[in-house]
């Protein structure tokens, strides 16, 4: 019968008697009860030997033919012969219940029961230990099936059942935080209608245990102090030298698909750096394969470059060899990347999309991570043309909108609050003020924008009195849309106050006849922009933390209700429709 590696783990004893060998044979399991021998060891003559990592290797089965040692026929004396081979398991629970291979059969488990109950609509695993899942599995259904996990233990020879879960559909992660305090654990499937008879079903159709993968994911990168050495697993942060540690700046691995527009990196004079080749073994853990001596000015990223790495990282370095733990936050302006040209194709980015919609009327650009078109770019648009900001999310087969802008004209500036965390953003454009057909010349948009990286210095917020201009703030606006229609004019727009103007107090209180929507705000780069708008409120708003979320800044449109009128005429009187309420007021 094959052997599961939770059966044999590392630590196992194998003991073969005097006169007596073994072969040990590597297996695959192909279904439910079928496997397919992989290798097969040489004759083994060890009376003693103890498992290790090396014995397992990737295999997870294994099973033994045992032989007289000389070689003779034993097909009279066969069970004296097995006798002469012995196993022994290091662990189980110490009660007596020892980890065999995972096994389903007909019935469930139920609460304070100690064997399977009759149930041809139920398949129920055999109990295992917690340490047969390695802190490292996760259980699958397939769709039409849900299932539910038990907690047992085992003691005077059979088996309680401690609590039962309630069905879900949901993967489940057995990690260190699920296992503990659980001794043994069993597993019921069954149909999400629950009146299938399930006596037949080939499980391995039904579940899947497998390990939890964690898929790689990019970010821009970014610098801590500290750097990669050969062979490690993690940054080295520590040193006895803090001086030493201080001349180097490590960045977090990126993949080689993040870099497929770039052709080559130029580093900045007076630094150096290391790229820092890297494997993944899909579960978290990086380790650096090889490290390129210290490299200066142009590094082209050619095949050459590459040749089979997946994933990259930098150590960066001054070659003056002084410090760099004060740069940590501008080490990224060290680097220029050489981009291939934006390009459009014929379409737009619609909200949610995983591709370009069909549209002569617009041209969607190709799409580029965040890293090589940083926050506090802006976007200048030739006069004729209006271009929406794109910001798309990765997936695992390609990329999702998740945000969208509305239409600038003029410029359009990519402000933290656009950006949030999305790592990738895209264009879309069209001639403005309508869109027309511009299928035929989407080689000539490339030119009609121009990206202007922010240089000025920054400026504080500063808090004045509330106070109103005609207009309103619109979705994604970077400035208010000015009153100079009847419709507009029937709103007003505030200021932007910062969550500190509000300290002290608890709620504010709109007058009658009115009503405001509250207009959170990002400011960076010197740069106000609409991140979202409330409905219109009116009566008590209350500031507490629902109220501001993560949000640091606001401002207020107001106008009359039930019917709209022309507020450019009292803009100086609408502070006083609003109460700002402090305890002391209360």
Not at 113 to 134: D, I, K, M, Q, W
Not at 258 to 275: E, H
Request: hydrophobic residues 40%; charged residues 15%; glycine residues 6%.
């Amino acid at each position: 019968m094959p052997i599961s590696k939770g059966m044999l783990p590392v630590g196992s004893e194998i003991v073969v008697q005097p006169g007596y060998q073994y072969r040990v044979i590597y297996l695959e399991k192909t279904g439910e009860n079928t496997f397919k021998v992989l290798s097969r060891s040489s004759l083994v003559t060890t009376n003693y030997f103890v498992v290790d990592a090396a014995f397992w290797g990737t295999n997870q089965y294994v099973a033994f033919n045992i032989a007289t040692n000389p070689t003779s026929d034993i097909s009279s004396k066969l069970s004296e012969v097995a006798s002469k081979f012995k196993l022994y398991h290091p662990e189980g629970t110490g009660l007596g219940h020892m980890d065999k291979d995972l096994t389903w059969s007909s019935g469930l488990w139920q609460l304070d029961g100690n064997v399977l109950a009759e149930s041809v609509y139920h398949r129920s695993s055999n109990p295992l230990t917690l340490g047969y899942f390695n802190n490292d599995t996760v259980i699958e259904v397939e769709a039409g099936y849900k299932f539910a996990y038990v907690v047992m233990n085992y003691s005077e020879g059979q088996y309680h059942v401690l609590s039962v879960s309630d069905y879900q559909t949901a993967p489940l992660y057995i990690n260190e935080t699920f296992s503990t305090g659980k001794e043994l654990l069993a597993i019921i499937i069954t149909t999400t209608n629950s009146d299938v008879d399930m006596t037949a079903l080939d499980m391995a159709t039904v579940v899947d245990l497998h390990p939890a993968v964690i898929p790689h994911v990019d970010k821009e990168f970014s610098f801590i102090t500290g750097y990669w050495e050969g062979g490690k697993t993690a940054i080295t942060t520590v040193n006895a030298d803090q001086n030493f540690l201080n001349r180097f700046a490590a960045s977090q691995p990126q993949s080689k698909s993040y870099y497929d527009s770039i052709n080559s990196i130029t580093i900045a004079s007076g630094y150096q750096v290391r790229v820092i080749f890297l494997s993944y073994d899909n579960y978290g853990k990086y380790t650096v394969s090889s490290r390129s001596n210290n490299l200066t000015g142009t590094i082209t990223l050619d095949e050459t470059f590459w040749g089979s790495n997946q994933y990259i990282a930098f150590n960066i370095s001054k070659v003056d060899n002084t410090s760099v733990a004060g740069e940590l936050d501008t080490l990224y302006s060290k680097f220029t990347f050489d981009m291939d040209p934006i390009v459009f194709t014929s379409g737009y980015w619609n909200l949610n999309g995983t591709a370009l919609t069909a549209g002569p009327n617009f041209g969607g650009s190709n799409i580029i991570p965040r890293q090589f078109m940083r926050p506090g770019t802006t976007v200048q648009i030739e006069s004729g043309y209006q271009v929406r900001l794109v910001f798309l999310s990765k997936t695992e087969t390609g990329f999702k909108v998740m945000s969208r802008t509305e239409n600038f004209v003029g410029s359009a500036p990519l402000t933290d609050g656009f950006y949030q965390d999305f790592q990738y953003v895209a264009f879309n454009i069209s001639t403005a003020p309508n869109a027309t057909n511009i299928s035929t010349v989407l080689d000539t948009l490339p030119a009609k924008l121009t990206f202007v990286p922010f240089t000025a210095e920054e400026i504080a917020h500063v808090d004045a009195d509330l106070a109103f201009v005609s207009g309103y703030w619109n979705n994604y606006a970077i400035a208010v849309t000015p009153g100079t229609d009847t419709f507009s004019k029937g709103f007003a727009a505030s200021n932007v106050l910062s969550k500190a103007y509000f300290d002290g107090m608890t709620s504010i209180q709109i007058a009658a006849g009115y009503q405001v929507r509250v207009i959170y705000m990002d400011y960076s780069f010197n740069t106000y922009s609409v991140m979202f708008r409330t409905n219109n409120l009116t009566g008590t708003i209350v500031l507490d933390n629902a109220f501001w979320g993560n949000y640091q800044y606001v401002a207020f449109n107001i106008s009359s209700t039930p019917t709209a009128t022309d507020l450019s005429g009292s803009l100086a009187t609408l502070p006083s429709l609003f109460t700002f309420v402090t305890p002391e007021a209360i």
